[in-house]
């Protein structure tokens, strides 16, 4: 079968939107992969249209959000169910994507994102005979290990799609080494495809500047945390290791909002604890923001800090080190790859909060090494770009289109 081109796209995102601001509720990361990859693609050529659960009722059908890029919305329950019921929706949702797909005819392939995602494609892969992409972004097995348990149907889930996609995405390594060792991945079909950035917006910028354009202090160093408040994210681990600092005129600015209602008991955790530390007059919340304005917090801060239990990449750290930023991240999944040790930040191997810390006042007490890593991580950051990734996807959907299709193989 002769290889060909691809044409038409078919993006599926069950649970969350390319169009929903990052860092509140469920939408991070995977919001601006999504977004920013699709983006990419529909420049190249390709014509993408990104299937999305209904999730307000005053939400048009279809949004054109530029050429090539459109988001069809799925109504799949009500409008405002909680994600931890999203799983009894899924065929609902299926139904109501393939029919669009059908109507839309001439697709070529499908990219599902993250576990619900993946059950509604591996459904309507056989129905419709097209090859499967599949991006977990997060995996249950992966999170369990880091001391938050996902429910077994996840995982069994989970397994059911690695089994039958046609090509199975990592973002990094450790990711295909934990799709393999977890779940029994072949490994002839995982892909190491890893996010880019957007560097017009994500670039090294005026420190001082950016500081009084938020309002901050331009004279006190500034650490920084982006991201949902959830406890996967390690939010009290980057508070208590402020307190821990001997640099005691740090200002920490916090970017984000809860993810449920995990997310608002970690977010009366860390209040409780900076109250208890005494730490009030050196944290500010933001609320979450439009991404291409997270460049200026980037630019602000003398370090970001990535306390998570566990990354599959580490979007965030990727786009601090666009803007020169030195990062101080958790020993774990991509961040391993991404951030280069001693070199463009640092790597910690425990949830001690004291080890942040120190890192940390190393950086702020050394003003050669500080300006060694920022140019440091901004170099290697320029290495990722979502052009390129773009670039390799659209490769690979054309070479599973010569193909035949994976079967699934029974548990």
Partial sequence: MLQRS??????ISLHTSPLAQPGSG?????NVYVRELVSALAQAGVGCTVYVRRWDDELPDVVDVEPGFRVVHVRAGPSDLAKEALPEIVDEFAEGTLASIVDQGNVDALHANYWLSGVVGHSIKHRLDLPLVSTFHTLARVKAETGDPEPQRRIDAEAD???????????????????????????ERIEIVPPGVDHAFFAPGDRRGARRALGLDPDRPTLLFVGRI????????????LGEMARR????????GPSGLSGEVELEKTRAMIDELGLGARVQFVEPQPHHLLS??????????????????????LEAAACGTPVVAAAVGGLLTLVNEGR?????DSRDPREYAAYIDRILDDEALAARLSIAAAERARTYTWSTTAGRLRRLYADLTSRSLVECVPS
């Fill in 344 to 348: 463009t930040g640092f790597l910690v």
């Fill in 230 to 241: 959830q406890p996967l994210k390690g939010l009290p681990i980057a508070v208590a290791a």
């Fill in 249 to 256: 005129d740090a200002q920490f600015v916090v970017v984000g």
């Fill in 26 to 30: 469920d939408s991070g990361g995977m």
């Fill in 161 to 187: 799609v690695i089994r039958c996609s046609d090509a199975i995405l990592a973002n990094s390594a450790a990711e295909a080494t934990q799709l393999v060792e977890l779940y029994g991945a072949p490994a």
């Fill in 296 to 317: 200026t917090y980037y630019r602000a801060a003398d370090v970001c800090v990535v306390p998570s239990r566990s990354e599959s990449f580490g979007l965030v750290a």
């Fill in 6 to 11: 691809v044409r038409n796209l078919a993006v």
